[in-house]
C-alpha cells in the first residue's frame, strides 16, 4: 500500500470515493458534507495546489486525503491551545472507497501521512472533524491526537486536534 500524489486522470475515481463518503456521513445521520462541499472542483482545486493525495493498493485507489504543507487559516484563531506554534501539516477531505471500510484502511492511510510529514522534516500534524464524525474521531483517538479545541469552517465550529511527531533515540517515533 503506498501514498501517492493524485493525477487529473484519477478525478473521477476519486469524486466517486468522496461521493460514497459523503453519503456513509449521512447515513450515519451526520451534518458533514451535507451542503454541497466537497465536489469535484474542490478536488481540481486540490490538485492544482499540490494538495491531492490516493492510497494506492494493487493498482486500486483506496482512499484520498488532501495533504497541505502550509498554513491553514482557520486554525491560526483557535478557541483552545495548539500543542505546537510552528511549522505543521494539515490534513482535510479524508475519504475512503466502500471496499475499503472495516479494513483499517483510514488508520493506514494517517499512518502514511505521518510518515510523509517526518520525511519533509514537519513534526506536527493538525486536523480537524465534525463533533458527529464518531469514525474520524475513533481513527483520532487511536493514534493519539490531542484534542486542542475548536476551529471554524464555513460558520461551524469543528474539533481540532494536534498530533507531534517525535524522533527519540535516533528513531522514528509517531
Avoid at 466517486?16 to 458534507?33: T, V, Y
Avoid at 483552545?80 to 472495516?102: C, D, M, P
Avoid at 483499517?104 to 513534526?123: K, M, P, S
Wanted: hydrophobic content about 40%; proline content about 2%; charged content about 25%.
Amino acid at each position: 500500500m503506498n501514498l501517492r500524489k493524485a493525477t487529473l486522470s484519477e478525478i473521477p475515481v476519486i469524486w466517486k470515493i468522496l461521493q460514497q463518503a459523503i453519503e456513509r456521513r449521512k447515513q450515519d445521520g451526520s451534518a458533514q458534507w451535507q451542503d454541497g462541499y466537497p465536489n469535484e472542483q474542490t478536488i481540481e482545486n486540490d490538485l492544482a495546489n499540490g494538495y491531492g493525495y490516493v492510497l494506492v493498493e494493487n493498482d486500486q485507489i483506496l482512499g484520498y486525503a488532501a495533504i497541505i504543507f502550509d498554513i491553514e487559516p482557520a486554525y491560526t484563531d483557535i478557541q483552545g491551545k495548539w500543542l505546537t506554534n510552528g511549522e505543521y501539516v494539515v490534513i482535510h477531505r479524508v475519504a475512503t472507497s466502500n471496499e475499503a471500510i472495516g479494513k483499517g484502511i483510514a488508520t493506514r492511510l494517517f499512518q502514511l501521512i505521518e510518515d510523509l510529514a517526518i520525511n519533509a522534516h514537519v513534526f506536527s500534524i493538525k486536523v480537524d472533524t465534525n463533533f458527529d464524525n464518531p469514525a474520524m474521531l475513533k481513527i483520532l483517538d487511536k493514534l493519539d491526537y490531542t484534542y486542542c479545541g475548536e476551529v471554524f469552517f464555513r460558520g461551524s465550529a469543528r474539533k481540532a486536534f494536534e498530533k507531534v511527531l517525535q524522533i527519540q533515540n535516533n528513531t522514528l517515533k509517531n
